[in-house]
């Protein structure tokens, strides 16, 4: 929740600085007494305390959704190797961060998360329950009027009322568990527009995730700067027609057309909707910018148009993001979420997943070359993990996508069969299928003449499910910059917060 934050500047001399810099004094936020965050505030203050940290101006989080481990490392071989490069030595823009931790994702009331809460503990210090933005733990999730007092205010709108910049980049629809996470607070992350509250027939006085995008309160800044990724849907009323896709329509319910409200708002705001309205934008001038590029989420990298009415890259929306925000003389925090690699990876398919993932390095190098180490904290990390695995011996240089070769020659499992050397655990991919009398049936396909590499082709797995789930050990953490010191060993994800806020003097 946006919230008055009571803000003063002070001109501190930092230890930890070399030089006299500028601070702000940002009243506590409203779940600094949940006991989530008191721990984690400590213990990245014990760390502050003996590696004396500068201070950072800017902060850039990028979020890898659902990138965990396996998928770093074979993204990294598909990147060099898509390059005519040798993959496994290859160095991905994120390895070349000096910085780095592992991340602990559990949540308040599960061992494997999914993306609301982790997304949340990243952006408000705090562990939380599975499918829910923005609460505390001592939300009731059978009753969403609770959001009202157990939310959270995040660095974002903490940030906001200080006086800096603020932006937030997804590939997903801009009202998705991560992007959400700087904004929302709700106790469904699916509710995503009204339609989505009504059609569970929840109880009234609920807001919709993309309603509290629009509806910022303006005692605490006038929003984002910069609000670039899908989701145009939620935003047009039922009764309109897609700017882009003519035959379809909003999601909304109750009439309102939440794209025109936020460019009515206030002056010097514009709303752009393709790659055309995104090159035409002033990105060096002082307007704030809404992209929503497609009626869902934008389009895997794989299959993005390179052509005029297309979209933006990740890079592009990066390199952009970065160009308008750097004009605050106060600095700017901003969120880049690289959102479809998790959903390449729920859809059993390696390759978009690893696109994406390779799409987003891409905006990482941008950053890192846009910014200064002296002024930027750069963080990189993922909210979750998948079930992708590499398996096998796949000798040196073999296709990352391709069947598992040693000595040139394909390696055979003891049914006889070839085997790729990714796979996943369970999803849709199984090798088991439904028999007509209503048993299961676990037979692997033989993949000996089938191109592996082709776009779409989907990695066998094991347990039958009609989307794959997330994996629940520790996700990495590449760090640099100012605070980027503070990252070292195994920490709580809420600590990123923590880290963040602590570097830009947020908090105390």
């Not at 609301?116 to 990243?122: C, D, E, F, S």
Request: proline share 3%; hydrophobic share 40%; with cysteine.
């Amino acid at each position: 929740m946006i919230r008055t934050l009571a803000v003063s500047t002070l001109a501190l001399g930092l230890a930890a600085c070399a030089t006299t810099q500028q601070t702000v004094d940002v009243a506590a936020p409203v779940q600094a007494g949940d006991s989530y965050y008191v721990k984690a505030s400590a213990a990245v203050k014990a760390r502050a305390a003996e590696r004396a940290p500068k201070r950072a101006k800017n902060v850039i989080l990028f979020v890898g959704d659902g990138m965990g481990i396996a998928t770093i490392t074979a993204a990294r071989i598909y990147a060099g190797q898509v390059k005519g490069l040798d993959g496994e030595s290859y160095q991905l823009a994120m390895d070349k961060l000096p910085w780095s931790a592992f991340s602990k994702t559990y949540t308040h009331d599960s061992q494997v998360a999914d993306s609301a809460p982790t997304a949340v503990a990243m952006t408000a210090g705090i562990k939380s329950y599975n499918g829910s933005i923005g609460v505390t733990q001592a939300a009731n999730l059978k009753d969403c009027t609770s959001a009202g007092t157990t939310g959270t205010t995040t660095l974002w709108e903490m940030a906001e009322a200080a006086g800096m910049a603020t932006g937030v980049v997804s590939t997903a629809t801009i009202t998705h568990a991560t992007p959400a996470a700087t904004y929302a607070e709700t106790v469904e992350r699916d509710w995503e527009n009204d339609a989505a509250i009504s059609a569970e027939g929840k109880a009234a006085g609920c807001k919709d995730i993309a309603a509290q995008l629009v509806d910022w309160t303006k005692a605490n800044g006038d929003g984002f700067e910069v609000i670039l990724g899908g989701g145009r849907a939620n935003f047009l009323p039922n009764t309109a027609a897609d700017p882009e896709y003519p035959a379809q329509k909003g999601r909304r319910l109750d009439g309102r057309n939440l794209a025109d409200e936020w460019k009515t708002q206030a002056a010097n705001r514009t709303l752009v909707t393709d790659a055309a309205g995104f090159k035409a934008f002033n990105w060096t001038g002082d307007g704030q910018v809404f992209g929503l590029f497609e009626p869902s989420h934008m389009q895997y990298d794989l299959d993005r148009s390179k052509t005029e009415t297309g979209e933006p890259s990740i890079a592009e929306m990066t390199t952009a993001a970065i160009t308008r925000l750097s004009r605050n003389a106060n600095g700017y925090v901003l969120m880049v979420e690289g959102g479809r690699v998790d959903h390449g990876l729920h859809a059993g398919d390696a390759q978009r997943a690893l696109g994406d993932a390779a799409a987003l390095d891409e905006a990482v190098a941008a950053a890192v070359a846009m910014t200064s180490a002296e002024d930027t904290l750069i963080i990189v990390t993922a909210d979750h993990s998948h079930t992708l695995s590499m398996s096998g011996y796949p000798q040196r240089g073999n296709p990352i996508l391709g069947l598992v070769k040693e000595g040139d020659k394909l390696t055979l499992a003891r049914d006889g069969k070839p085997y790729t050397t990714l796979g996943f655990a369970n999803g849709p991919g199984s090798i088991c299928a439904a028999q007509p009398d209503g048993k299961w049936l676990c037979d692997r396909a033989d993949l000996t003449n089938v191109d592996t590499t082709a776009l779409g082709f989907r990695q066998q797995s094991l347990v039958p499910l009609g989307s794959e789930t997330h994996g629940g050990e520790d996700v990495a953490i590449f760090a640099g910059g100012p605070g980027a010191n503070l990252f070292s060993g195994t920490v709580e994800q809420n600590e990123i917060f923590h880290v963040m806020a602590q570097s830009l003097g947020l908090t105390r």
